[in-house]
């Protein structure tokens, strides 16, 4: 089982797969969700003296596009910018 932390010390993080200050997209393997765990274990570290680096920053991003897909798919309209209110929407869709 593959496992990933953070060095408090270094602010690294530490994994079979990656070695970098932050994570990034590209050097994490995607997990499909038939291998997906039950549950994870978050654990927020008290880093004082040291740059902020956010908890929930990382889902922004997919949850952007999971919405716009889904818009895609009950509108078939296809809108490529945030954010996505509900005068854009409207205005999208012809409404």
Do not use: C, W, Y
Request: aromatic share 4%; hydrophobic share 40%.
């Amino acid at each position: 089982m593959q496992s990933a932390s953070l060095d408090p010390f270094t602010s690294k993080f530490r994994s079979t797969a990656v070695t970098s200050p932050v994570p990034t997209g590209a050097g994490i393997p995607s997990l499909r969700f038939p291998a997906a765990p039950l549950s994870v274990d978050v654990h927020v570290l008290d880093r004082p003296g040291q740059p902020f680096l956010g908890t929930g920053e990382a889902g922004q991003g997919p949850t952007a596009a999971a919405i716009a897909n889904a818009l895609r798919q009950a509108t078939g309209v296809r809108l490529r910018n945030l954010p996505l209110s509900r005068e854009r929407v409207k205005a999208a869709v012809g409404v």
